[in-house]
C-alpha cells in the first residue's frame, strides 16, 4: 500500500502568552479535522507542544495535495475563530495570509510529508518542537545516521553500513528551494560542515542508499517574503521512519540525551538547551526552554496505533533536570555573548533600531593612541 502522511503544525492561539492552547480550541480544530476529513484521511491524531497545535494525518493522496493542504489550513481557522472568541494571544498568529492558496508552505503553518510503500511491520517517529529554530533537528539526526556512537546499526547491519543520502536545503536562499545532496560516509566531513549552523543549512530529507527509501523529512522551507518583510519558519515538525533499513527508534533518540543548544526561547532571540519533553508539554521558564516532544507510532494499512510517548521514561526525567541546569547556566549570563542571538539574526528589531541609531555618533580618530601620543578625534 501507498501510504501518505503529514503533518501541519501551527499556532493560532495560546493561553496567558505562549504557553498553552486552550482546551476548547485544540478540540474545535480536532473535531473540524475529523468531521471535514472522513473522505480524504484514513486517520488522525492531534497534539500539542507549547503553544502549537500539530495534525498528523495518514491519506493516499500524495505530497502537496491541495485538498488535505485546505483541510488543515480550515481546521486551524476554525480554531483561530475560537481563540479570538476566548481573548487567546497571538490568535492566528501562524497563518500570514488572509486566504488559502493552494498549499501551506509559505502561508505561516510548519509542514513535511512522506509518501512511501508501507512495509509489514511500519513504525515511525513524530517529532514536534517549540520554541527553537528549524535546525534545532540537524545534530539529533546527523549523529543519529552517521555516528556507530550513536547507532550501531551502522556496523551491526550490512544495509544501513551502505549509508544515507542526506538533502540539505540552504533556508536563507529566497528565489527558491536551494538544494544539496550529500551522501554518507563518504560526505560525512561535508555533512558537518553545513549542518554546524542551524540558522541556515537544514536537513530536508533523508534517504537510504541501500534501496532509496525515505526515511526522514523535516519542514525545511526557505526564507518567503510576506509585506515588506522575509519570514521564516521556526518551530519544526519532522517524521522519521525506524527499523529495517533504518536507525532503531532508540538509535534516533539517542542524540537527544545531549540536550544542545538551539536558538529561540524568549522572542526566539535567545539561546538553550533542547529539552525532550512529555507530549503536550507547555511552555514556561523564559518562554523555554525550547522543547522537543516524540510519539512513536506503528501504521497498518494508514490507521495508526495508539502513540507511544517516548520521551515519558524515567531515563528523561534525568535528562530535562540536565537541560534545566544547561538553560540556568546560559541565563545567568543575560544578554551577553552567545546567550543571546547577534542583532543580524534576532527577530525583534529593537536592537538592530538601537544600532542603527548609535551607528550614527561614533566617530573616527584622526590618529590613534599610538606609544602614548595625543589621539586627536574627527
Known amino acids: 500500500m501507498k501510504l501518505t502522511i503529514s503533518v501541519i503544525k501551527a499556532d493560532v492561539g495560546s493561553i496567558g502568552g505562549h504557553l498553552r492552547p486552550s482546551v476548547k480550541l485544540k478540540t474545535t480544530v480536532e473535531n473540524y479535522l475529523r468531521e471535514h476529513g472522513k473522505k480524504l484521511l484514513i486517520d488522525s491524531f492531534i497534539s500539542t507542544t507549547g503553544d502549537d497545535i500539530a495534525l498528523l494525518m495518514s491519506h493516499e493522496r500524495g505530497v502537496n495535495d491541495n485538498k488535505i493542504h485546505e483541510l488543515a489550513w480550515d481546521a486551524f481557522m476554525a480554531g483561530t475563530k475560537v481563540a479570538k472568541e476566548q481573548g487567546l494571544y497571538g490568535a492566528g498568529q501562524d497563518l500570514l495570509k488572509d486566504a488559502f492558496s493552494g498549499n501551506v508552505r509559505g502561508m505561516g503553518p510548519a509542514s513535511c510529508e512522506m509518501e512511501f510503500e508501507e512495509r509489514p511491520n511500519e513504525a515511525f517517529l513524530f517529532f514536534t518542537a517549540d520554541k527553537t529554530e ?10 543519529a545516521f552517521v555516528d556507530p ?19 540539505i536545503m540552504d533556508v536563507d536562499y529566497t528565489e527558491g528551494d536551494r538544494l544539496i545532496e550529500l551522501n554518507t560516509p563518504e560526505n560525512i566531513y561535508d555533512i558537518a560542515c553545513l549542518l554546524r549552523d542551524n540558522q541556515r543549512f537544514v536537513v530536508e530529507s533523508i534517504r537510504s542508499r541501500a534501496n532509496d527509501n525515505i526515511s526522514v523529512v523535516v519542514s525545511a522551507e526557505h526564507l518567503r517574503k510576506v ?6 519558519k521556526d518551530d519544526p515538525v519532522a517524521l522519521v521512519r525506524t527499523q529495517g533499513n533504518f536507525p532503531s527508534a532508540g538509535e534516533v533518540l539517542s542524540p537527544y540525551r545531549i540536550t544542545h543548544y538551539v536558538a529561540g526561547t524568549m ?16 511552555i514556561s521558564f523564559f518562554d523555554g526552554p525550547p522543547i522537543v516532544s516524540c510519539a512513536a507510532f506503528s501504521v497498518h494499512e494508514g490507521r495508526f496505533t495508539e502513540p507511544v510517548d517516548t520521551f515519558d521514561h524515567p531515563f528523561w526525567d534525568w535528562v530535562r533536570n540536565n537541560a534545566a541546569q544547561k538553560m540556568a547556566e546560559i541565563r545567568n549570563q543575560g544578554f551577553s555573548g552567545p546567550a543571546m542571538l547577534p542583532y543580524s539574526e534576532l527577530e525583534y528589531g529593537g536592537v538592530g533600531e538601537k544600532m542603527n541609531q548609535l551607528d550614527k555618533q561614533f566617530i573616527v580618530r584622526k590618529d590613534s593612541a599610538v606609544n602614548g601620543k595625543k589621539n586627536k578625534a574627527a
Open 267 to 282: 522572542r526566539g532571540s535567545h539561546i538553550g538547551p533542547l529539552m525532550p519533553a512529555k507530549q503536550n508539554s507547555t
Open 149 to 167: 556512537m550513536h547507532c550501531a546499526g551502522l556496523l551491526l547491519s550490512p544495509k544501513m553500513a551502505k549509508g544515507f543520502t542526506f538533502t
Open 134 to 143: 528549524p535546525g534545532a533537528y540537524n545534530l539529533p539526526l546527523y549523529l
Open 227 to 232: 509585506g515588506d518583510t522575509y519570514k521564516g
